[in-house]
């Protein structure tokens, strides 16, 4: 069948071309194969061409099946094999035929209507001599009233703005000279050119809300976008809605919603098909695998079963056991003073004696899955050959049937779809040149005729302002603290230096106040209108006016501003706000810290670098604390004041924190604050990790069997030792419902079992392993071995618990 394709294709003489990147085609008129199609349409997508005929195979299970006829390890018939890839074959051809057919018949549904839409738009958009004459006839006398209003509105800012700026740097230019600035002016040019967006503002030809809300072009568009897409709108609205386009049945898609005709449009004729994947193999075989149900081949996929073959086993059907030899019983004297047979506590003879049986097995058969050929094998065969069969052989030729045909059939109609949205574009278009040539001619005449007199008014008003009252604004600021210190602390009272300058010819009082991270409200610092002299650059000292909020923390970044006003506020173009960000200091700032921890012992360390960026002495004594997060404790170590620009290492220890604290959190954390009078001035956090919770657990037992200096909490060391083995019980038990393959050493690494072996030869060796602590190892070890490991593993883990306790025995299988 590949054969049969390849020379359908070069009898049709067609060169394919593909997709750029983003799925676009660059120029489909300079790209079309005359060869393609007898209409000159050509496919938009790969490897489909309009000119070949697509004939389906029909059952090629045949060729695809020979090779799995046999199996390749056995080189034995395999049935399940073969029939696994029958079905699989069938499968292919069922979504083939059914969905890729019918993907087919969509997208070539899709390509036809957006070409022939092209086509036909292209036909007709262009408004005729006589369309356009007649428009511009239409309007010659008309006034338009929306064009003279928004062009006056603009006059009148555009001219504030043009005086504003010059009267200003006339005053400013005048500053300090006991010259006054010269009130002559001329008309400044302007830059307004007319407005060309008449005929959507004013809604002509209907209303463009419509393709705003729908997304078709940005709101606020004017340009010819705008009348493209409400002649779209007018036919989806009326006659063609996506229902009555192209619609996806049986697809295996991920995106089935409609397409609107203004997506047909908006495509230009290179609509972007990469989305859909049409030759997706692993989408067809998911979908077919999830969503399909009832077919022969999807009932037959769900049953298969793998191979089995007999097994044979042994089962211990009595165990081994010891029995007394019978001559050699135990006789003691009872308490009648005569001899009699001695037995243990449980009423069991005694006997000098003993002699072991063997334990009793039975041979049994049972059936188990044959190695290799479970179900899972044939499923794979399954999906393996719906694979081939659906890439190589289907899918081409049923997606390319159901593609042809709807292709054809749709160009022609979106031909027919595409002359209508022409015509309505170039009769809209027409009316659209002529409207806005005129409303261009009747803004600029407005907007010339209100500059002028417009600007005589601005400039009367401002040069009043700046004639008749102090006009102020801040050249330079900076902040002082009510501290000789250098530094800015939380709660400090706080001041301003400023530079201004009184661009005005009068002098009138004036007002400073402060916003920003403060205490407020804060008051306002006046300065009389004798001390602010006329067009000249003075100085302000304010008083302490505020209070830096006591909540800022130190290294924290406060913002503090100045705003001045006078007897008339004109902050338009003035500087008559300013702010400045500060850094918030202590006396007493933790500019460091490392945390130790000795996790066994529950104790451990914080070494803290103190810093004074004051040029002056703390007032008092630093303490510092340490509190440890999840209520573990408090700790405080006190120091002497810090000096000026000091620089001081001070530790503070911890103790008494439970070892399975740290366990279970995985270490310790905590925050570290720096006091001075009770009150914190800075507090920085800090965490130290402690090792993985099984290595931690089995260095605490080794400790605690060994009678090492280790914490034990609230419990003695008899107690905390039994809570522990618990502990690694329940982590054991843990490890091997998770799988641990006891054989391997990366793995027993680890586990808590394998980090018990370590520990003991660590212990051993170094002649630290008492009596006592075997004991505990052994006991431990027996709890261990009565976990449900299961037969094939109970070896590989007896073997690593036989290396701390050696009374777990390791049989052979």
Not at 105 to 124: A, F, I, P
Not at 569 to 586: G, H
Request: net charge neutral.
């Amino acid at each position: 069948m590949k054969k049969l394709a390849k020379i359908a294709l070069l009898t049709a003489g067609v060169a394919l071309f593909g997709c750029s990147h983003t799925g676009m085609q660059k120029d489909p008129e300079a790209n079309r194969d005359p060869a393609s199609a007898g209409d000159g349409y050509r496919s938009s997508i790969d490897d489909i061409d309009l000119g070949v005929i697509y004939q389906p195979p029909a059952n090629v299970s045949p060729i695809i099946c020979k090779k799995m006829e046999l199996d390749p390890r056995t080189g034995a018939e395999d049935l399940n094999a073969y029939k696994a890839c029958q079905q699989g074959v069938g499968a292919a051809r069922y979504m083939a035929e059914r969905y890729s057919q019918n993907e087919g018949k969509y997208l070539g549904c899709v390509d036809g209507l957006q070409q022939g839409l092209r086509t036909g738009y292209l036909m007709g958009k262009d408004p005729s001599a006589e369309q356009l004459e007649e428009a511009r006839k239409r309007y010659t006398s008309a006034k338009m009233e929306s064009a003279i209003t928004r062009a006056t509105s603009q006059a009148k800012r555009d001219g504030a703005s043009v005086a504003d700026g010059e009267i200003i740097s006339r005053f400013r230019a005048v500053v300090g000279t006991n010259h006054e600035p010269n009130g002559d002016y001329q008309y400044p040019n302007h830059s307004f050119s007319g407005y060309d967006d008449g005929y959507v503002n004013d809604g002509r030809g209907g209303s463009f809300d419509e393709v705003y809300e729908l997304g078709w072009v940005p709101r606020g568009t004017r340009d010819f976008r705008a009348i493209e897409a409400r002649a779209v709108y007018k036919l989806h609205r009326d006659t063609y809605t996506p229902e009555k386009l192209c619609r996806p049945v049986e697809v295996t898609f991920s995106d089935t919603s409609m397409l609107s005709l203004w997506d047909y449009f908006a495509a230009r004729g290179q609509y972007n098909f990469e989305k859909y994947g049409w030759r997706d193999t692993n989408r067809s075989l998911n979908y077919f695998l999830n969503r399909v149900s009832g077919t022969p081949e999807i009932l037959f996929y769900n049953a298969i079963e793998g191979r089995t073959m007999q097994e044979k086993y042994e089962v211990e059907v009595q165990p081994a056991r010891r029995e007394g030899i019978p001559g050699t019983e135990l006789i003691v004297t009872g308490p009648d003073g005569k001899p009699q047979i001695q037995r243990d506590e449980n009423g069991n003879i005694m006997y000098g004696q003993y002699k072991d049986i063997p334990a009793v097995y039975e041979t049994r058969y049972r059936t188990v899955p044959v190695p290799g050929r479970d179900k899972a094998y044939y499923q794979g065969l399954y999906r393996e050959a719906f694979a081939e069969a659906y890439r190589d052989y289907y899918i081409t030729q049923y997606f390319g049937l159901g593609f042809v045909s709807s292709h054809k059939s749709n160009t022609t109609v979106g031909e027919l779809v595409g002359q209508l949205i022409g015509k309505q574009v170039a009769a809209d278009y027409a009316d659209f040149i002529a409207y806005n040539n005129k409303y261009r001619e009747d803004s600029i005449g407005a907007y010339n005729l209100e500059w002028k007199s417009n600007y005589d008014r601005q400039w009367k008003r401002i040069w009043t302002l700046f004639s008749e009252h102090a006009m102020i604004e801040i050249n330079e600021m900076s902040l002082l603290g009510d501290r000789d210190d250098e530094i800015f602390q939380a709660g400090e009272k706080i001041r301003a230096l400023l530079t201004l300058t009184n661009l005005g010819r009068r002098s009138e009082a004036i007002t400073t106040s402060m916003y920003g991270d403060l205490v407020m409200p804060a008051p306002v610092h006046v300065k009389p209108a004798r001390e602010v002299p006329i067009s000249a650059m003075f100085p302000i000292d304010t008083n302490f006016l505020s209070q830096l909020d006591p909540q800022l923390s130190s290294r924290e970044r406060a913002s503090v501003g100045v705003r001045v006003r006078g007897a008339v506020e004109y902050d338009t173009s003035l500087v008559t706000e300013k702010a400045k960000s500060i850094l918030i200091n202590s006396v007493a700032e933790i500019d460091g810290l490392q945390a130790s921890l000795n996790e066994m012992n529950g104790t451990g360390g914080v070494q803290v670098r103190l810093v004074n960026p004051a040029k002056a002495e703390s007032a008092s004594m630093i303490t510092l604390r340490v509190v440890l997060a999840g209520n573990l404790g408090e700790f405080k170590q006190e120091t002497l004041k810090m000096g000026p620009k000091e620089t001081r290492l001070v530790n503070v220890m911890f103790s008494g924190v439970d070892p399975f604290d740290i366990m279970e959190r995985g270490g310790i954390s905590g925050a570290v604050q720096s006091i001075m009078n009770g009150q914190v001035l800075h507090q920085r956090e800090f965490s130290v990790s402690a090792s993985p919770r099984y290595i931690s657990l089995a260095k605490y037992f080794s400790g605690l069997a060994s009678g090492a200096s280790v914490a034990t909490g609230d419990d003695d060391r008899l107690g905390r030792l039994q809570e522990t083995m618990g502990m690694i019980q329940q982590m054991t038990q843990e490890d091997i419902r998770r799988g641990v393959d006891w054989e391997e050493q990366n793995q027993l690494e680890n586990t808590v079992v394998g980090q018990l072996g370590r520990q003991y030869l660590s212990a051993k060796a170094a002649g630290k392993l008492s009596q006592e602590a075997q004991r505990y190892y052994n006991e431990l070890g027996k709890n261990l071995n009565t976990l449900e490991i299961g037969r094939f593993k109970r070896k590989a883990y007896r073997k690593a618990l036989n290396i701390f306790a050696p009374d777990v025995k390791v049989k052979k299988k």
